[in-house]
């Protein structure tokens, strides 16, 4: 059993886990784990577009939308579609070819497109929910409908972090609609591995704290003097109830605490960063400040040791849902996230850190070729577009296909539960193995399925 | 875990295009030889249906490999099926999983995985299963996996009545209260434990105390009962628990666990559940006024359908005991209808299950349950029910959530007040019209001749007629604001009654057979009848659920009492009392209480009576080398578990104790309407949780849970959960040192002390032990208080000597409800 730990304490039911995955007891649930298999990527950053970006407009180039804009779609809608949809609408923007590997992304991401050899597009993504919340739920989670936990927490609960003063799995003002807190919950899995959030996305990204993480009111000398008070009182107590793990763990979780009180605060403390790379990430341009500061933040926390970092961007207003006003909405969502993207992938790579962190690029789902009104597209769960970087994955590279309009995911078809077995994979992860028991079940990120991807592997 | 799901190499494709298509094979010829038993559907089977498989299926399914546990090179593999059930029905097309996969029109079950068979071929297949899958082995006798399992599956200890046990000889007769001690100490006889000595009567009020109401006792009340020699002491207090309003507020939250409450939908869709309270607060008034649980569980479920003898709050109390069935959380943005539906009728019956049987139905909602014999049939036989039943008022309309059903429960005042206001309403529309008219007949009168009137005669008006328009049309908006709305409660009625057909792998796009309303074969035999169509038959489900006839649902309540009075079950798993369920710890005693409860009127409060006041509810929880070798988990409860109270505790432990805790009792503490967003896409946070009421009657927010609730492991509110765990995190902890709520707490506290007109700091610092703690401090901690009032006085930064002074009792304070012994209880 558990004695104590850093983060958690306390019993945990972690024969089941000790069982399947081969590294030794750790005295620490959050303690760094080994691997199913060498990883590729010891870390992961989940740069998350809510609301759907449209593929065809983007990283998924369709000649023939454009030939046949104002057409019908030659073959049958889903039997389910989110909204009512009129004929193909060709893509407002254009689309260059980039780097070694000539491959096209529209002038949406200039500044991404530049880093075009070190993407994986995947371009053949499939089978979330027509509606956000499903969406949201399907992609974080693996499931629609069950309260499940969700893939930063199965990752942190498979790996661990690798700084005990710091939570395993971050999530950056994180969208509280759509599933909330469902997203980067824990579920049954023990709560040490559930998403320590900063902020929320309708809030600034330069007031996003680690809640109680600061006291306003007492001083850190007289905050010291009450701890130790605490301790004294704790170990009177301790010594007539009798020994008990749960008691003595209480007792050094203050003593972490008072610690984590102490780093997180640096951390969020982007004052420390050169000019140079403020400048980089954008934060010098209102317009990409902060999404800005959320790259950065993430840049921050994976380099001391967090396992899985997800950051949001959730434009209060529409998002990067366009079912109107597609051309304004997507220009502006883009010019938001387009620069700082591209500051970190420079950031990581300039730091060696590119090699060893994975960063996933998406939305909950894509958008179809065919117009909704007249200048919006609808959700499309049917295929779309993410993104990989790093982390052992082939660079200036793309993976499966849509229809030639871009509504079906036909080519190397990557369902959710595929994208989820192939991160595992990368981080060293065999996905059906990575179970939990809960209720008499074995349950896994990928339920049932899943299908890890092999030829992106690097 | 996918049956089939396994793929088939590129290589096999490229092999498939050269198999001749031969097409004008077809095999039924003129004497119908596909029929079972005939030599020419052999035939049919060698010529045709085995090479087919031979080609497409062995390498998965066959000799070598069987993916899925399913093989089906041999006609016992192909009938018994694999993991998903069988493969091959004889005539039963729609229900042979093969026929199914080959189709393709499941997206969860597509043979062989990679392409499709040509339509041809699966014509092939289809007729062959439909003639009743002729086959040269056909004559042997295989039993299908389902049979085996329901008779062998009856003989699981839970699935048979609970049944009395002689009292057992035990090695310490006179420790036993009543026959729960009996079988409790005969099980640590058995082991050679020795029962952990009667705790002190300040742990036993407090433990009490906390059991019961979820509070502390109050200095007094602990005092009092620590002095009090008499033989009834215990009675009494328990009894002046049990009869205290706190207990039903108490005990309806652990109940609301059970039925996963919430105040909003959480899901997708993050609405306001506007009338959730309503049911909350008639789970309360239940516990308080100890309904017998048989009527409650009858009320939950099908209240809508007693007789209420035209008492009209009665029936009103019934209609919002049914929001039982509508708690859950939905998918309220589902474009599929059809899926929507399924979706909610899964959720109630699984939580139904469960929380009342202990047995997991909504595992056979694409297959036959894996561990239990339940068949799928049974569970469409249930679900059949639920679609009888009206849950929903719509489902999602373009642009539009899906809407649940609430019940109307307006008395005719609710009525007469809302029509009156109407009429004040109308009455003060009517007025502004009139003086429109009017005013407008004058001004117009009063213009010069040959002027043309303006478009907007009011721009016209005198100040006094403007000022005067204004004041009537402001009494319109305010009545139109303030117009009352007709009470209503989240709940059902019954809907349009259909059977529904099975749904292979759980999809409405592949349906088997229509399978009649029914209880599952496994409690009521193959023989039953099937309900009638004039209900939807939930009434009767409930009576069966509610009764004696059932071996469950009294074990599961009585298990669940136990557990949430000693902090583990009997049986671990409370929610699952299944295979795959934990076995009891100790199956007399459990039984012994589940046929307690049925004796004495299926009373609650009896039932807490018996255990409290039983020699193993006063154990303490002192430590033994034997009990720690042989049972270190405590699971035959040789001694008291030491345990974290729950989060509402917590927060109104230190609510009480610091003077603040608001009593009063019910209603709703929303700032939304009904169905209003908690959270829309602009993320914008609307929870407020500003109030000092009991924590039950806080909102709960599901996917946002109040700090205090996500931290110190509420229930997620989503889901059916008899068992809280217990974290040990480090965020807790910055929670206790940082939050502004301890802030408050503290200094609350703090000022309750201090301007109790005592100035002397070791009478202060007696009166927060024995408030906080139930006890005088040692004279160690009494010296270690006393120096850090010295020295955090020295420190404070604070102007005035008395500011200081009082700023080290807060810090003194907040230690006090940060320590382990304020929220561990023994």
């Known amino acids: 059993m558990l004695k104590a730990s850093a983060l958690g304490f306390g019993h945990l039911a972690f024969a089941d886990l000790l069982n399947k995955v081969p590294a030794a007891a750790p005295a620490n649930p959050l303690a760094a784990r080994q691997t199913h298999f060498p990883a590729r990527a010891k870390r992961i950053i989940f740069l998350f577009m809510k609301g759907g970006p449209s593929h065809v407009d983007t990283f998924d180039r369709k000649p023939k939308l454009d030939r046949d804009d104002g057409k019908e779609l030659p073959f049958d809608k889903p039997r389910v579609t989110f909204a009512e949809t009129g004929k193909l609408l060709r893509s407002p923007w254009k689309f260059k070819h980039f780097g070694q590997s000539g491959i096209e992304v529209s002038n949406l991401f200039p500044h991404v497109a530049k880093h075009v050899d070190d993407l994986c597009i995947l371009n053949s993504v499939h089978g979330t929910n027509p509606a ?71 809030q600034e990204a330069k007031l996003a704290r680690v809640k109680f993480a600061k006291n306003e009111v007492t001083s850190k000398d007289l905050q010291r003097l009450q701890l130790d008070l605490l301790s004294k009182f704790n170990h009177e107590h301790l010594d007539i109830s009798g020994a008990h793990s749960d008691l003595e763990s209480r007792i050094l979780s203050f003593e972490l605490a008072f610690r984590m009180q102490h780093e997180i605060p640096q951390i969020e403390n982007l004052a420390e960063e050169s000019e140079k790379t403020r400048s980089l990430y954008g934060l010098d341009q209102a317009v990409t400040e902060d999404f800005g500061r959320q790259c950065l933040l993430a840049r921050r926390f994976i380099e001391r040791g967090v396992r899985f970092i997800q950051v949001t961007h959730s434009n209060t207003k529409v998002q990067w849902d366009q079912h109107g006003d597609l051309l304004n909405g997507h220009n502006a969502n883009a010019l938001e996230v387009d620069l700082p993207i591209a500051g970190l992938l420079t950031d990581l790579k300039q730091r060696g850190l590119l090699e060893d962190t994975l960063v996933l690029w998406g939305g909950e789902f894509g958008r179809t070729p065919v117009a909704q009104g007249t200048d919006g597209r609808d959700h499309n769960p049917e295929g779309f577009t993410m993104w990989l970087a790093g982390g052992g994955v082939k660079g200036g590279f793309r993976y499966g296909a849509t229809d030639e309009y871009g509504y079906y995911a036909v080519e190397n078809k990557m369902h959710i539960h595929d994208l989820h077995a192939t991160i595992l994979h990368l981080l060293g992860i065999d996905h059906e193995q990575l179970t939990y028991r809960y209720a008499g079940r074995d349950f896994r990120l990928t339920d049932v399925s899943g299908r890890v991807a092999q030829a992106i592997l690097a | ?155 699981f200890w839970s699935f048979q009545r609970p049944q009395i046990s002689p009292v057992p000889a035990v090695s310490q007769p006179n420790w036993g209260r009543s026959g729960l001690d009996f079988y409790l100490l005969a099980r640590l006889d058995d082991n050679q434990l020795t029962p952990a000595p009667a705790a002190s009567n300040r742990t036993l009020i407090r433990r009490l105390t906390f059991n019961l109401i979820g509070l502390p006792p109050t200095a007094g009340a602990a005092a009092r009962f620590a002095q009090d020699r008499s033989p009834d002491a215990l009675a009494r207090v328990t009894d002046r628990l049990l009869a205290s309003p706190q207990y039903g507020e108490r005990w309806a939250r652990h109940w609301l666990d059970v039925v996963r409450y919430a105040d909003s939908n959480g899901l997708d869709e993050n609405i306001a559940h506007g009338n959730a309270w309503r049911y909350r607060d008639y789970v309360v008034n239940a516990l308080n006024t100890d309904k017998s649980f048989d009527v409650f569980v009858r009320e939950q479920i099908a209240g809508d359908l007693l007789a209420a003898d035209d008492d009209q709050q009665r029936r009103f109390e019934r209609l919002t005991a049914t929001g039982f069935l ?141 000022a005067k328009l204004n004041s009537l049309n402001a009494v319109v908006t305010d009545l139109q604001a303030s117009m009352p709305e007709l009470p209503s409660a989240m709940g059902v009625q019954e809907g349009d009654i259909a059977n529904l057909a099975v749904h292979i792998r759980g999809s409405y796009l592949t349906l088997g ?99 409290v006041t039983s020699s193993s509810f006063a154990m303490s929880s002192q430590d033994n080398e034997a009990g720690s070798a042989m049972d270190p988990e405590n699971r035959w409860q040789w001694r008291a578990n030491l ?155 604070a102007e005035a000597a008395a500011e200081k002074e009082q700023e080290a009792w807060r810090l003194l304070c907040q230690v006090i409800l940060q320590s382990n012994e304020f929220i561990y209880i023994e």
């Not at chain 1, 629609?144 to 999530?171: A, C, H, K, Q």
């Not at chain 2, 004039?534 to 669940?560: E, Q």
């Not at chain 2, 505790?649 to 019910?666: E, K, P, T, W, Y």
Request: aromatic share 8%.
């Open chain 2, 513 to 611: 057979k229509v399978v009649p309303r029914r209880l599952p074969d496994l409690f009521a035999g193959t023989q039953q009848a099937s309900f009638d169509t004039s209900t939807s038959g939930r009434l009767k489900f409930a009576n069966w659920i509610a009764s004696t006839d059932n071996p469950l649902t009294s074990r599961v309540i009585a298990n669940r009492i136990w557990r949430w009075h000693f902090g583990q079950g009997l049986v671990g798993t409370t929610d699952n009392f299944g295979n795959l369920g934990e076995r009891p710890v100790n199956q007399p005693l459990l039984d012994w209480l589940a046929l307690e409860l049925e004796h004495r009127q299926w009373s609650i409060k009896a039932l807490h009576r018996t255990i």
């Open chain 2, 326 to 466: 509508s708690l859950g959380p939905k998918v309220l943005a589902e474009p599929d209808a059809r899926k929507m539906e399924m979706d909610i009728i899964d959720e109630q019956l699984d939580t139904l299950c469960r929380s009342f049987l202990g047995i997991t139905m909504g595992c056979a909602r694409c297959h036959d349950h894996k561990f239990d014999p339940l068949s799928s049939a049974d569970y469409y036989a249930l679900a059949g029910i639920f679609k009888s039943t009206r849950t929903m008022e719509n489902f999602r309309k373009v642009g539009a959530l899906g809407k649940w059903w609430e019940n109307s429960i307006a008395t005719d005042a609710d009525h007469t007040r809302k029509n009156d206001h109407a009429t004040q309403l109308a009455a003060a529309q009517a007025e502004v019209a009139e003086f429109i008219k009017s005013t407008d007949a004058a001004v117009l009168a009063a213009l010069p001749e040959c002027t043309s009137p303006p478009e907007d005669v009011q721009s016209i008006y005198s100040a006094e007629a403007k």
């Open chain 2, 1 to 155: 875990m996918l049956d089939m799901n396994n793929h088939l190499p590129k290589q096999f494709f490229w092999l498939f295009l050269f198999i001749p298509i031969l097409v004008g094979s077809r095999i039924i010829a003129e004497e119908n030889p596909s029929r079972a038993g005939s030599t020419a559907g052999v035939e049919f089977f060698e010529s045709q249906i085995r090479p087919l498989l031979a080609t497409h299926c062995y390498q998965c399914h066959g000799p070598e490999e069987q993916e899925g546990q399913l093989r089906l090179d041999s006609y016992a593999g192909m009938i018994q099926g694999g993991k998903s059930g069988a493969a091959v029905v004889p005539q039963e097309t729609a229900e042979s999983l093969l026929v199914i996969a080959v189709g393709y029109a499941n997206e969860h079950l597509k043979m062989p995985p990679d392409d499709k068979l040509p339509e041809i071929e699966i014509a092939k297949l289809t007729e062959w299963v439909a003639a009743g899958a002729p086959h040269p082995d056909e004559h042997q006798n295989v039993v299908s996996k389902k049979r085996l399992n329901l008779e062998a599956g009856r003989q």
């Open chain 1, 132 to 202: 956000h919340g499903g969406a949201c739920l399907k992609l974080h989670t693996g499931s629609d409908n069950f309260i499940r936990p969700s893939m930063g927490s199965w990752v942190t609960y498979g790996l661990g972090t690798e700084n005990e003063n710091l939570p395993g799995f971050i999530t950056i003002c994180p969208t509280l609609a759509h599933g909330g807190v469902r997203n980067f919950g824990s579920a049954f899995l023990p709560a040490q591995y559930s998403a320590t959030s900063m902020g929320v996305a309708s």
């Open chain 2, 643 to 797: 345990r974290r109270l729950e989060a509402e505790s917590i927060r109104d432990a230190m609510l009480f104790v610091s003077g603040q805790l608001d009593r009063s009792m019910g209603g709703s503490l929303l700032h939304l309407k009904n169905r209003g967003y908690f959270f829309d896409h602009t993320s914008k946070d609307t929870t407020s949780y500003d109030s000092q009421r009991r924590s039950i009657y806080l909102p709960i927010v599901r996917n946002h849970l109040y700090d205090v609730f996500q931290l110190f492991d509420y229930s997620d509110a989503g889901s059916v959960v008899g068992h809280r765990t217990s974290s040990v995190v480090a965020p807790q902890a910055l929670f206790m040192m940082n939050s502004p709520f301890m802030a408050t707490t503290s200094a609350a506290l703090a000022e309750s002390l201090v301007n109790n007109a005592e100035t002397n700091r070791q009478a202060i610092i007696q009166n927060l032990f024995q408030q906080a703690f139930s006890r005088a401090p040692s004279a160690v901690e009494f010296q270690n208080a006393l120096d850090f009032l010295n020295e955090a006085t020295h420190i404070a930064d």
